[in-house]
């Protein structure tokens, strides 16, 4: 061994014994340590939002959406050729009219000088009917004076007579036509209402069934909504309804918004269409909302044709109905119910309407049951749930009511870690319900 290695020798030993040494002291210090206690934790219960199942009477409702059009609308169509030599000031699209107000005129000098023509016309037939009616006479007095036997028709002039009476009745009618004529020269409002369209201005010649706009009445509009079988149940609307005096029909509720705001207007269904739609086998329900203009406007917000709104219809009074949220509907017919002892429980339920807010049940749950309204990825029954309330507070399920039911009494005195959990099972909560109404809205 050379000295340079001796050298390394010595100085390595003291250095291994210190690492040997440190590793044994660590060793009998494990050894020595007190184990910690490692009883198994009973798992915890997936957190829930929960809500009661309230008993109540309530009215059913039926959410539809259609399209206000007038009741009455008609083309302004002239019955007369000519030059329109007057358009009234109103008559502009989106103008207002009254009844009876002139709303065209078209020049009358062509229909004025036919009434002249017929009126002479008819001088000539009642001056010929005298002649006539006169010879008559002579030719009676005649024949009584010379004549033997009995008459002929044509030698008392009778069919010369008739003849007269014929070209008089001619000329009579043909006046009222010329005088009807010149009447047509003026288009007249028919009703109160408003001009949608307008097709031909002053100076312009129009002939007979030219289109010359397109008027509507303002006394009352109607809406066509589209009603399932279903809805059709819960309203308790027949198929041929129509509304009469002991049976006004259902009152609904329109609503829309309209600059910026949302506005509302009341109404009735009237009737239901005559036949169902072939392409989506629904029967319309036509709501009338009377002067939509005036007093049935909504502050001055008057249900303008062409706007698009959305109908609450009311539907059946139940006296004795169960009522939980929306967000508990899973599917068509189920619901999760959480049990008192921290369970979940499926349970298949009779539906009677569902709401964007809230289902109406026949069955299935009873009066003070809690239903699950967050969502449940993987629902199994039987599995563990710890119920929370809509403000967060745990109402059954979980390690805090257990201790309050023990009565220890040490609520307070929880560290800090529990506290933790049970804030976190909350936040997952919260998390969960956000996907259910998020997938609600979708």
Known sequence: MTAWM????????????????????????????????????????????????????????????????????????????????????????????????????????????????????????????????????????????????????????????????????????SLQEARLNMSRTEIIAPFDGRVREKAADRGQFVTTGQRLGQIFATDVVQIRLPLSDAELALLSLPVAFSASEGNPGPGARLSANVAGQTREWNGRIARTDSAIDPRTRTLNAIVEVDDPYGEGSDDGFPLAVGMFVEATIEGRQLDNALIAPRAALRGADRVYVANLDGTLSIRTVEVIASEPSRVVLAGGVAEGEYVITSAVRVATEGMRIEAYADGGALLFGGPEASDDDDGDGDDADEDSGEETVASGDRADAEAARADTDAGDRS
């Open 6 to 173: 001796r050298r390394i020798f010595f100085l390595g030993l003291p250095i291994g014994g210190i690492i040997f040494g440190v590793i044994a002291l660590i060793s009998v210090m494990a050894a020595n340590a007190p184990q910690p206690n490692r009883e198994a934790e009973e798992p915890r219960g997936l957190a829930v939002f929960v809500a009661e199942v309230q008993r109540e009477p309530t009215r059913l409702s039926v959410e539809s959406q259609g399209e206000v059009r007038p009741l009455s609308q008609i083309d302004v169509v002239p019955q007369v050729s000519g030059r329109l030599e007057y358009v009234a000031p109103n008559y502009v699209e989106g103008g207002f009219f009254e009844e009876g107000e002139v709303l065209l005129r078209i020049e009358e000098a062509d229909y004025q000088l036919a009434v002249t023509r017929a009126e002479a016309t008819v001088a000539q037939a009642r001056r010929a009917l005298e002649s006539e009616r006169a010879q008559a006479e002579i030719a009676r007095r005649d024949w009584e004076d010379i004549g033997e036997g009995d008459p002929t028709s044509l030698a008392l002039r009778q069919p010369q007579l008739a003849e007269a009476r014929a070209a008089l009745a001619a000329a009579e009618a």
